[in-house]
Every structure is written in C-alpha cells, then in structure tokens.
C-alpha cells in the first residue's frame, strides 16, 4: 500500500515564524504536490514537484516555497507564517506512467497561525 | 480552461436511501482522467476511482456506481443503499495535460441513521 506521510497532524505557530510542513512517501513516486483546504474553496493546489529538485507553481503560491531534495521528501515552507495562512495542508504523490494518474493523500497537518 | 463543478454543496438523505453526487467538467483536452475521491471525518481523501476520457463504461463497485457521459461532460457519483459510514465529503476531480489534478469544492454528505 502506498503511504504518505506528514510530519504534524496539528500545528500552531506565531505570525512572522518560519514554518516547515514535511511530507514522505514511501513509493517510489515522481510526482509529489501540495494543497491547502479551505471550507468552501476546495483543494487548491500550492506547489508540485516532478522530480528531485525541481518544482513548479500551482494555483495559489505566494507566500510558500518548497524544497524536494531526496525523491521521497517534499518541504513546504511558509517564510513568515501570517494569520490568512491558517488552513489544512494535504501532501500528496502519484506515480507518472501508465495511465495510473491518481494521487494518493497524506492525513493531513492543520495550521493555526495566532 | 479547465473546471470541475460540484453543484450540490450538502446533501443529507436518510440512511438506506439512494444519493447521487453529481459532477461536470470542462475541458478542451480530447485526452484525460476524471476521479472520485471520498474524504472522512478522519481527514485523508481516499481514491475510489478513475476514468480515462476514452472509457465511457459506467462501473459498479458493490454500492457504489459511477456514470460517466461525455456529452454532457458530467461523470456522477451514485451511492445505493446508503450507510452511515458513507458520511463525508466527496470530491470530484479533473486531470489532462499535465499531472495537475483539479478538485470541485467538494459535496458534503450525511447520512442520518
């Protein structure tokens, strides 16, 4: 079974810290993304990387920075955590080949930001 | 551009009863993937299924049964004989050409006993 997971089910950090979200997979997985989940907006997504060190914009990543520099670990990092960045995070990984495109989801870390 | 739309923010149906969780897409790809994901109160979304654009076979896995129907690009989710356990947010899912996966906001669902 494919396992994803993420280093905090809660968090609750001050305005202006520096926060580190840590995610591994146990998979072997190319693919590897961020989310954060907010009640009536859905998904949307932060960040993905394809491949050890590299990375590309999602929807909504102002704000955040990400690190992938081993194949199983995906860092998001907010800078300088602020109060609109409270929210669930999900890390999530998928295999890129054969049509097996489904992303498999991490539990999940809740941010407060105080 | 690409969309998901999950017209039905909540449902409640009573335990037993027949629910479908509708989904419409958008997209100008001739080539891509629709998904169901199911998110308990535990938090983590669960992947049920997926579809490729060229499979427009409707699937049935034991209560659950998925339509998927290109000319109207909408691909629903029905839930028969519903359970309590069958309580949770269900999302709905796009993906073309790249490996980016577009969520609906989600249809919240609650099975009364």
């Known amino acids: 079974d494919v396992k994803v997971t993420q280093s905090s089910r809660y968090l609750v950090k001050r305005t202006g810290e520096k926060v580190f979200l840590e995610c591994v997979q146990d998979?072997?997985?190319?693919?590897m993304f961020w989310y954060r989940q907010d009640p009536g907006l859905g998904l949307r997504l932060i960040y993905f990387?394809?491949?050890?060190?590299?990375?590309e914009k999602g929807d909504i990543p102002e704000g955040y920075s990400v690190s992938r520099e081993k194949k199983e670990r995906f860092s998001l990092i907010l800078e300088s955590a602020s109060t609109n960045q409270t929210s669930m995070y999900l890390c999530a990984s998928n295999l890129y080949s054969r049509g097996n495109y489904e992303q498999y989801f991490g539990p999940g870390t809740r941010l407060t930001v105080t | 551009a690409q969309k998901v739309t999950q017209a039905q923010t909540e449902i409640s149906v009573v335990e037993k009863e027949d629910v479908t969780l509708d989904c419409v897409y958008e997209t100008r790809d001739t080539t891509y993937y629709l998904f169901w994901y199911k998110q308990p109160p535990s938090g983590e979304l669960v992947f049920l299924i997926r579809r490729n654009s060229f499979d427009e076979q409707n699937e049935i896995s034991g209560r659950y049964s998925w339509n998927f129907q290109k000319s109207t690009s909408s691909f629903n989710f029905t839930i028969t004989a519903s359970q309590v356990v069958d309580s949770a947010v269900y999302f709905c899912a796009l993906m073309s050409r790249d490996d980016k996966i577009i969520f609906g906001k989600g249809t919240r669902l609650h099975i009364l006993p």
């Open positions: 998979m072997d997985h190319e693919n």
């Open positions: 990387s394809y491949d050890v060190k590299m990375k």
